[in-house]
């Protein structure tokens, strides 16, 4: 995955604003990117290089952003909760996965496959699961 053909002004303002809708800080954000606070701050308005390495999870932070908007109908609670709440399949916190690229790319693989099937599950109050649709939910009560 490469942000070839990305503005990187661009592909840094979608990673703006999907750190922010997912949760995290400047300082985490920068952290994620591997560089200090500052060198983010100073890219806003241009962007990193765009074969940087940077780029690169920038743009698998913002596919993966993308999809949670996707499989959750741009449900920003429904995003906090599934990031934040243990996940039976990734065997862990998906927004503890998401400290460098790998971790992105492995949660992006769960939520490619949870959006070929339907879309995303769903916890109640008391902590049951329920599917994305009504078809599935049956499924799952078999």
């Given at each position: 995955m490469h942000a070839t053909g990305t503005s990187p002004a661009v592909l840094m303002k979608a990673?703006?604003?999907?750190?922010?809708?997912?949760?995290?800080?400047?300082?985490?954000?920068?952290?994620?990117?591997?560089?200090?606070?500052?060198?983010?701050?100073?890219?806003?308005?241009?962007?990193?290089?765009?074969?940087?390495?940077?780029?690169?999870?920038?743009?698998?932070?913002?596919?993966?952003y993308h999809l949670l908007f996707a499989l959750s109908d741009g449900d920003s609670r429904r995003i906090a909760e599934w990031l934040n709440r243990f996940n039976f399949h990734l065997n862990a916190v998906p927004l503890t996965v998401c400290h460098n690229l790998a971790g992105i790319i492995y949660v992006t693989d769960y939520l490619e496959d949870l959006h070929s099937g339907g879309g995303m599950p769903f916890v109640d109050i008391k902590g049951h699961i329920h599917a994305a649709n009504d078809d599935e939910e049956r499924t799952m009560r078999r």
């Open positions: 990673y703006v604003m999907a750190y922010e809708a997912i949760g995290l800080t400047p300082p985490e954000a920068a952290n994620l990117l591997g560089v200090s606070e500052n060198a983010l701050t100073q890219s806003l308005y241009v962007g990193f290089a765009e074969n940087s390495n940077e780029a690169e999870i920038q743009l698998a932070l913002v596919r993966m």
